[in-house]
């Protein structure tokens, strides 16, 4: 009985050493796991976490929660000067222009201009006869703000050089009468009345516009059609009147070399003062422009 008492005891221990050994073996990976992964929270490094703490550690941004993915920032709308060039032609009531605009940011444009325009026609006033040839010559500076960041513009400006003139010859027949000052005259047989006159403005003069249309699109597009309208603030007009010759009375006689009259003198004076007046209007010459643009 004794033996067999020893045999059970033996076989007992020898079951239960083997019962250890086999749990021992099932979680050992497990622990080895759980070793690894705390260590490499302990020492932040996600390259001994394993695989999976690689995914959950975020290459970009460190603190944005795990498992989320993340929006690249937008760009934002920058323009340099210099980065596009727009160009165009149009036409306008200063003539015939042509002009270029570079972008400052994203809402302004620089834009530079330069019109002609010629045209010639004959009138009388108060009995002088006048030949006139009317210049447009002009450049032009302007400061485009797009305040909605649309088509719609302001455009306070500067026209840098305005040689915006009337040249004109002028002349009377022989015997014909004519009035300067009030005062009537008969122009002579032998040395009739003539002469030049100009009327000029302002060679410089602020501006301000308003427009739909940008030579410079901020989308893909690169045509444009631009339109505006303004006024040019280019002052009073300036005339000057220059005659020679000699003048008789109304009545034909008293003929005399104006050159030496004072009162004629100060009679074509008084013609410049009323032509000046005649034109004051003017002073704030309204512009209207079409055009086509294409941006490069």
């Not at 001994?48 to 975020?58: T, W, Y």
């Not at 030579?215 to 007009?237: A, D, K, M, T, Y």
């Amino acid at each position: 009985m004794r033996k067999i008492g020893l045999f059970v005891a033996v076989v007992s221990v020898g079951f239960l050493m083997v019962s250890a050994c086999s749990a021992s073996a099932q979680s050992g990976p497990a622990l080895v796991a759980d070793n690894a992964a705390v260590s490499a929270g302990a020492s932040g490094s996600t390259e001994d976490a394993g695989p999976a703490a690689k995914v959950a550690q975020p290459a970009n941004n460190p603190e944005a929660p795990v498992g989320v993915a993340q929006t690249p920032a937008t760009p934002q709308k920058t323009q340099t000067m210099g980065s596009h060039i727009g160009v165009g032609v149009k036409v306008s009531l200063l003539g015939v222009g042509i002009e270029a605009a570079t972008p400052i940011t994203y809402r302004t444009n620089l834009r530079f201009g330069f019109n002609a325009f010629g045209y010639s026609r004959g009138f009388t006033n108060d009995g002088v006869g006048y030949n006139a040839d009317l210049t447009f010559r002009s450049f032009e500076t302007h400061f485009d703000w797009f305040p909605f960041a649309g088509r719609f513009h302001l455009s306070p400006g500067l026209m840098v050089y305005n040689g915006n003139q009337i040249k004109a010859t002028a002349g009377v027949p022989i015997g014909q009468q004519f009035t300067l000052g009030g005062t009537t005259y008969t122009s002579d047989s032998t040395n009739p009345i003539a002469g030049t006159g100009k009327i000029g403005f302002n060679k410089v003069a602020p501006s301000f516009l308003l427009g739909w249309g940008n030579l410079l699109p901020r989308s893909n597009s690169h045509f444009s059609i631009p339109f505006e309208f303004g006024v040019l603030f280019q002052g009073s007009p300036k005339a000057a009147l220059n005659l020679t010759g000699s003048a008789c009375d109304a009545s034909g006689l008293g003929c005399h070399d104006i050159s030496t009259d004072t009162t004629f003198q100060n009679n074509v004076i008084a013609q410049q003062n009323k032509l000046n007046s005649d034109m004051s209007f003017f002073k704030f010459y309204p512009v209207i422009s079409l055009g086509f643009g294409y941006k490069f």
